[in-house]
């Protein structure tokens, strides 16, 4: 299913880049969410992932090896289009 741009697009990928997060190494911090997240929800499966132009990018993930996929097959290109 084809997902629309969000009408924000640019702004959002440029203050993504801002971040220089993608592509970094594992960090306690957000394993430590991912970790949390996961424990709070009962869920098996918890990951921190972010969204650039053409992938879903994980930069933690508990109980699924991805690291990252395409953007179009991706829940979360479907989430960033909510306010």
Known sequence: ????????????????KKYKILDTDPEKSFDDLTYLASFICESPISLVSIIDEKRQWVKSTIGIDAKETARNISFYTHAILEP
Do not use: T
């Not at 299913?1 to 993504?16: F, G, T």
């Open 1 to 16: 299913m084809a997902v629309p741009l969000s009408s924000n697009e640019k702004d959002r990928l440029a203050a993504l």
